[in-house]
Each structure stands twice: as structure tokens, then as C-alpha cells.
């Protein structure tokens, strides 16, 4: 295996690669339900509380504050653009659908690739792209918390029962 040394993320950058971890734990406790054949009732409930606690303004920030200041016509930013109306589909079908596991598993699968592609690609080209100014003025932006977000939560589906 190939040593790869971290991405160094410019400070501006840092607290959204922070709030992808929460992302990240979102699809894993989606994954954590559905394999232990929780309700798909009561992790859509929880995915779509979620998405409006936290997902949705990480989303937005990141449109109006990192992905505005590349052109229009970037084809990364179109990817990411094209990314987050697809994850708002998907969010929006559950919440019609919530007892469809279908609709939960291509949640997480689309929302973990486009993490991924965040993380690999779309904040290496926006470091390389947004004026240091611009970068500067976004810096103080700080991460969600989700921990807050899931203090507002009882049904934690996603824990192992101890017998």
C-alpha cells in the first residue's frame, strides 16, 4: 500500500472537512440501521431530521461561500452543484417514502461518494482556485456540531443494544 501524506486544507477549508465527518457518521448509522433491520421509518425520520439540522445548511454555505467563487461553468463546481440536488431528491423522496430502505441505502451510497469527492478533489481545485483574500474571510467560518444536533434526538436506532 502507498504512503500518502495528508492533504494539507488551507483554514478556510478545515471546518467543512470537519463537518464532513458528521456526514460521514450520518451514513454509517443510516448503514448501522438497515443492517440491523431497523424500521426504515425511524432512520428516515432521523435522516430527515438531520438534513434540516445540519446537512442542509452545510450544503448551502458551501454553495454560497466556497463553490461561488469559481465560474459558473467549472466543471467541478457543476459536479458538486449536481451532487447536492441530487442528495435534496433523495431527502425530499424519503420524507414522502419514509418505509422505503431503497431510497435510505442510495442516500448513503450517493452521499458518501460526493464526500469523497469533496475531500479528493473538489477542495484540492477550490484551494488552488479562490483568491487568498477570499479564502482568508471564509476561514472564520466554524463547523456544525453534531452532537448538539443528535442531544435534540432519542430514537438512536444506530446503537448496539446491550443485553
Sequence with gaps: MKNQAPIKRHQAIVSFSKDHHFGLLLIWKIRQGLNKAVNP???SNYVTFF???DLEKHFKEEEQ???SKLPADDVLRKQ???DHQAIYKLVAAIEKKKDDAVLLNQLADELEKHIRFEERELFN????NIKADDLEAIA???PNSSKAIDEKWEDV???IKKQ
Excluded: V
Design 51 to 53: 438534513f434540516k439540522e
Design 80 to 82: 458538486a452543484e449536481g
Design 157 to 159: 436506532f444506530w446503537e
Design 125 to 128: 481545485h477550490l484551494q488552488d
Design 65 to 67: 461561500l466556497l463553490f
Design 41 to 43: 421509518e425511524r432512520i
Design 140 to 142: 472564520n467560518r466554524f
